[in-house]
């Protein structure tokens, strides 16, 4: 089957780019992750609605991937096509219009409106995804998130249709979006910012930067803050109260920076970063009884048995 679908895609793809057998820890920054059957990068937005709508027809599973940053994927890999579009990763500004690809890195996206003086994405100057990714998620920091500055966003479905969404129709929540809940794959997106003080951007984004740098774990591969913020709390304070901090199994480690953040000091599996999570949420449901939920996305397949 695999050999149809690599005949397939190269009739729709170019060879370079395509990969087999790709090991997927070098697309996640937790460096984890066992390998893609196929690791797809469309080098248009045409050949990414073919890959889409080939993988429809013909019932091969596919799974997007964007900068890898709010992601663990397990020991055996994803079955099927890996879709990535940093190939995709044109950024355009007119006026206060931002216009960025899906494959384009949100905080180059912010950089770029900062040199032009334009003021809204300061807040997404250190978020490490893509611009598809932080859709997905309604990405945000500081106050700020991506809803606040949408104008729309041109999307796959599943079939490989076209959709042209509005801020409204992209229903962003927190780290929520229709993008997720439906299974579209964003492929661009337009922004609108304001005129702003070249100043006053450079002192905020040096600002944030200094925050971040100061409270997380950056020297460590790490999905970022691992739990969503549960109503009336916050995650980072309920797993240091409950005493998780240094604590981990195998490779994994609770930062003992930010207690939101799971780090892999260097040789941990994705079993145990997931093993990792569920010892903090059975911690914190014990001593405070408090769900926690994960932001972050776990997904593929578990090594067979003989393997691990
Ligand atoms: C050090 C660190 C700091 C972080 N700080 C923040 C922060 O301040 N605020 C914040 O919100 N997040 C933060 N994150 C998490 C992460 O950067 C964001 O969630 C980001 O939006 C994910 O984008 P990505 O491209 O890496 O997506 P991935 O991690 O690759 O994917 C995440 C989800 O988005 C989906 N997706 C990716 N691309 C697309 C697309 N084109 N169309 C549809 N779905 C897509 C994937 O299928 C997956 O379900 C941080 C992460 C790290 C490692």
Redesign the pocket.
């Known amino acids: 089957m695999k050999e149809q679908w690599i005949k397939d895609l190269s009739s729709i793809v170019n060879p370079q780019d395509f990969k087999i057998d790709e090991p997927l820890k070098n697309y ?3 460096m984890l992750g066992g390998k893609a059957d196929l690791f797809v990068m469309p080098s248009t937005e045409e050949e990414a609605a073919e890959v889409v709508k080939y993988a429809h027809q013909n019932n091969v599973p596919i ?9 663990v994927i397990r020991d055996g890999g994803i079955r099927g096509i890996v879709l990535n ?1 940093s190939k995709l990763d044109e950024i355009r500004i007119d006026g206060t219009i931002v216009y960025a690809q ?2 384009a890195l ?1 905080k180059d996206v912010s950089k770029a409106a900062a040199a032009k003086s334009l003021t809204g994405l300061e807040f ?1 100057c ?17 106050g700020g ?1 991506i809803n606040d500055v949408i104008v729309s966003c041109k ?1 796959l479905t599943q079939e490989g249709k076209i959709l042209d969404l509005s801020q409204e129709q992209l229903e962003l929540g927190y ?1 929520k979006s229709i ?2 809940q439906e299974g ?4 661009s997106s337009i922004f609108e910012l304001k005129k702003g003080d070249q100043v006053t951007i450079d002192e905020t984004i040096a600002d944030l930067t200094f925050k ?1 740098e100061s409270k ?1 774990p ?1 020297e460590y591969p ?4 691992v739990f969503k913020r549960p109503p009336g709390y916050f995650a980072g304070k309920l797993i240091q109260d409950s005493g998780m901090q240094g604590k981990g199994v195998g490779g994994a480690e609770v930062s003992t920076k930010h207690a939101g ?1 799971i780090i892999n000091k260097g040789d941990a599996t994705a079993t145990d970063y997931i093993d990792t999570i569920h010892m903090v949420q059975k911690a914190v449901k014990e001593k405070f009884g408090v769900d926690l939920e994960t ?3 776990i ?1 593929g397949e578990d090594l067979p048995t003989d393997n691990k």
């Open positions: 996640t920054m937790t799974f997007l991937l964007g900068n890898g940053s709010n992601m579009f899906a494959g949100i997404s250190g978020i490490p995804g893509s611009i598809g990714g932080a859709m997905a998620m309604n990405a945000g920091a500081y998130e999307v780290r993008i997720a579209y794959y964003a492929l971040r997380q950056l790490s999905a970022g803050s953040f932001e972050v996305k997904v």
